[in-house]
């Protein structure tokens, strides 16, 4: 047992036999079967997506060890992947949550970003916070882009100031990922980049943190701190800005600097089951506009690699426009929208929710 475990985690190790499984292998587990029966329920379901949100948070600061956060993740899948043939157990543990959270996108979407990920979760308190105290969600006037800008840059010039007095890429390395995602945030919210193109920058997270792992640098991320005996103020710090940016921009990190996102968005196109617009009953009423936190609905329909499989839009859809489709059984019945995910450009503030 560490000297101090990693916030209140309530056992002291992590792997602990329970009926010859492991115990977070069964707490992952408990939490994916809960969300493919919540798929089969119609009623409340939001009620009950909220409630396995709320269960997630639990179970991964309170029992999980092995997550370290959305880049723990790949890094631990590929550690695994290297103990294969050497160390079966050990192999298993580090691989165990990757290969699950990538089966259940293969089989239901991208249930992981959308019902349990715990920074996932943090970002959609930031949105309700948002609906309820924002009103407007146009551009900023002129005077509230020179007041952000102001902090962005306060911000910017503490992290280069602590990138001068200590190793801040290896002790601090989730500050630049908040400060670029500050940033990004900025330049959509005044007009001067695009939501969607902006949001392929997640493919550079991701060759970064595999880069880096086959390096042996860690990149410590957001709520790393959850999971570590040590402390971890700049994990912590990264984590209140994102719940910050998610004020201005729905789910921030999700659009534009998350490496799992853009995975789960890629996998997402060959999953099982898919949320689609029937055109014939569609009202144009654009309530799902506005409960799709990630902005994976446009005019020409579901964009697959943003949408997290949330079912905001089908349970808030006045009309009933949109449906679930097994795409493995109806390959061949599928619209053009529904295949190519509706890439019709967003742009400005009004992209960002």
């Known amino acids: 047992m560490p000297d101090r475990m990693p916030l209140a985690k309530l056992i002291d190790s992590p792997f602990i036999s329970l009926d010859e499984t492991n115990i977070e292998m069964a707490s992952i587990l408990f939490l994916f079967v809960v969300v493919i029966l919540a798929n089969n329920v119609e009623r409340r379901r939001q009620l009950v997506r909220h ?3 709320a269960a997630s948070i639990a179970v991964f600061f309170l029992i999980i060890y092995s997550c370290l956060g959305v880049f ?14 050497t160390a079966y157990t050990e192999s298993f543990y580090w691989m ?5 959270v990538i089966a259940s996108c293969l089989i239901a979407g991208p249930v992981f970003c959308g019902w349990i990920c715990p920074t996932g979760t943090i970002q959609e308190l930031a949105c309700a916070i948002r609906r309820r105290i924002v009103r407007d969600r146009g551009r900023p006037t ?15 010039g503490f992290v280069v100031w602590l990138s001068a007095t200590r190793n801040l ?3 601090d390395s989730s500050l630049h990922w908040g400060s670029a995602l500050l940033l990004l945030c900025y330049l959509v919210l005044i007009g001067l980049i695009d939501d969607l193109p902006t949001r392929s920058i997640r493919v ?12 042996h640098l860690v990149i410590t991320s957001p709520v790393h701190f959850a999971f570590t005996a040590r402390d971890d103020p700049a994990s912590a710090t990264t984590t209140v800005i994102i719940f910050v940016a998610s004020l201005f921009v729905m789910r921030a990190w999700c659009r534009y600097l998350c490496p799992w996102g853009y995975l789960m968005g890629f996998l997402h196109r060959f999953s099982r089951l898919r949320i689609q617009i029937d055109p014939a009953r569609c009202n144009h009423c654009r309530t799902c506009h506005g409960v799709c936190d990630t902005g994976a609905i446009d005019d020409d329909g579901v964009r697959q690699a943003h949408c997290q499989m949330c079912y905001a839009c089908v349970d808030h859809c006045p009309s009933k ?19 190519g995910g509706g890439n019709k450009p967003a742009t400005g503030a009004g992209a960002a929710g």
């Open 204 to 215: 550079v997270s991701l060759i970064a943190i595999v880069f880096t792992t086959v390096s």
């Open 142 to 156: 002129r005077r509230q882009q020179i007041a952000l800008g102001a902090v962005m840059a306060l911000f910017l």
């Open 51 to 53: 409630l396995v949100q």
């Open 169 to 171: 890429f290896i002790e």
């Open 321 to 339: 426009a949109f449906e679930v489709i097994d795409v493995w059984r109806d390959q061949g019945a599928l619209p053009a929208a529904v295949v």
């Open 72 to 85: 723990g993740m790949i890094r631990n899948g590929l550690y695994g992947l290297t103990l294969i043939g």
């Open 96 to 100: 165990s949550l990757p290969v699950v």
